[in-house]
């Protein structure tokens, strides 16, 4: 299993950022909604998994089975070479460090891939809701044990209330993106698949079992609880407990969305980005 220097690992990610700030436009946005819909495979696949283990084995447990399956999206993201808007926060500085690349590709980059990844998001949302969370009934369409799991991660990712809140949720979305955009790093560092997968896997499961907040992932779990929320009866809605309240399209985008995804900017450009090129920019230009 071969493996890569930091230095190298940097060149490399400069060298990838490069490569795709260099292409079309519609080219970026249909990576970016293959890999918001890639997110919202893993994220879904931790909310079915994870349904009803609190209550037996404890929140501990629960946290850490999801953080266990939602790196597979991450996965599929970086093997395939879909356009993640978290690791071209660092990526592409990268490049605008190394290549003395323009500013202004890096923010087109960045508005792409993040339009491309929330319209993939909601997409697979929609799926998911339709296909799993909601089922015919004989009496019309019925929400099931895996909808109240949903809506219950919903309401409370969007109970960030008051300013001191969201800035809860700005500091957790800064630890987010700095962990996920090491799992690029770690991921860029092997050259087989295994040594990607394992690389990768660690510090995404990391990032969701501590609880940090991943803007792309809520783009397409809150929305799914926000879909199947209508269809749960009086005593799901308990289940649920009194977060159900503050669940709203208009709390999803001002507590979660918009704190998450400059949250997860400033964690992929400052701490993964600048803080590594300015520790190692001697070796790579030496």
Not at 116 to 121: D, E, R
Not at 192 to 208: L, N, Q, R, S, T
Not at 246 to 253: D, H, T
Not at 264 to 275: C, E, H, K
């Amino acid at each position: 299993m071969s493996y890569q220097s930091p230095y190298e690992i940097i060149a490399k990610g400069a060298e990838s950022g490069r490569y795709r700030m260099s292409l079309p436009a519609w080219n970026i946005l249909l990576r970016g909604g293959m890999a918001g819909a890639y997110i919202g495979m893993g994220a879904a696949l931790m909310i079915i998994v994870s349904t009803g283990v609190a209550t037996s084995l404890g929140k501990g447990m629960e946290q850490f089975i999801m953080g266990l399956v939602f790196p597979l999206g991450l996965i599929l993201i970086v093997l395939t070479g879909a356009e993640l808007f978290t690791g071209d926060a660092m990526l592409a500085p990268f490049a605008a460090f190394s290549y003395k690349c323009s500013w202004l590709a890096v923010f087109r980059l960045w508005i792409l891939s993040y339009a491309g990844n929330i319209i993939g998001a909601l997409g697979f949302a929609y799926l998911v809701t339709s296909g799993v969370l909601l089922q015919s009934g004989p009496d019309g369409i019925v929400a099931n044990q895996y909808a109240v799991s949903m809506v219950t991660f919903a309401a409370e990712h969007c109970s960030y209330p008051g300013i001191f809140g969201i800035l809860s949720c700005f500091l957790k979305a800064i630890a987010a993106g700095w962990l996920l955009n090491l799992a690029v790093l770690l991921g860029i560092c092997a050259d087989d698949a295994i040594g990607k997968i394992v690389g990768i896997w660690f510090p995404a499961m990391a990032m969701v079992s501590t609880g940090f907040e991943h803007a792309i992932t809520n783009a397409c779990l809150i929305p799914a609880g926000l879909m199947a929320a209508p269809s749960l009866t009086f005593m799901q809605v308990a289940q649920v407990g009194p977060l159900a309240a503050n669940l709203s399209w208009s709390a999803f985008f001002l507590n979660n969305l918009i704190p998450a995804s400059v949250g997860n900017l400033v964690g992929g450009l400052v701490f993964s980005g600048l803080l590594l090129w300015v520790a190692f920019q001697k070796e790579i230009f030496r």
